[in-house]
């Protein structure tokens, strides 16, 4: 596998959902044909049977997947992900999605000081936070699930504890608004 077949693969292993072939191209570099044949190596690749992922092709986009011949085995992991108790750090992630949201995942990783993209796939797939695409920031936001506020016994992230105390900080706003400054030159 060439080197932009493996970085297509890094990138669509970090999404929690299919990657277009244009933000592909525009992340590379490359033009939106040739991505098609990078993803097509990767494809020939990963779908083989001795591998656990598959690479599911559609028109506009593409995704990673596990073997369908494995989901005895990834079924009871699923099961247990979705079941099993949140670890600190997911619980630090969704505290900031719940204070501060609407979230950008660059905001939530600024907070806490490290890539959160796994974490945030896992908190998608409980269904406890949602994404939304903001056009103002040209980002993803993050806020609580309506089932997570059910969860909650709450009707909005208002009434969370201390919720204004934490939602307004000064300090935490301005930490936040150098994220997507741009450094002088």
Known sequence: ?????????????????????????????????????????????????????????????????????FTDVTSKMSKEEMEGELTRPQLETLT?????GPITRPEIEHVRGVNCSIILRNLLMRGLVVEKEDVDRLQMTYSL?????????????????????FNGNEKITEMLSTVFDSPEE
Not at 1 to 28: C, D, H, Q
Not at 146 to 165: C, F, N, W
């Open 1 to 69: 596998m060439n080197e932009l077949a493996a970085k297509i693969e890094a990138v669509l292993f970090l999404s929690t959902r299919p990657v277009s072939y244009s933000k592909l191209a525009k992340l590379l570099g490359i033009k939106e044909e040739d991505v098609h044949g990078h993803v097509n190596q990767l494809a020939e690749v990963r779908n083989s049977l001795d591998s656990g992922i598959r690479v599911v092709v559609g028109e506009a986009a593409v995704e990673l997947a596990s073997n369908p011949d």
């Open 96 to 100: 900031i999605i719940a204070y501060r």
């Open 145 to 165: 699930s309506t089932e997570m506020m059910r969860h909650l016994g709450i009707s909005s992230a208002v009434d969370l504890p201390d919720y204004e105390q």
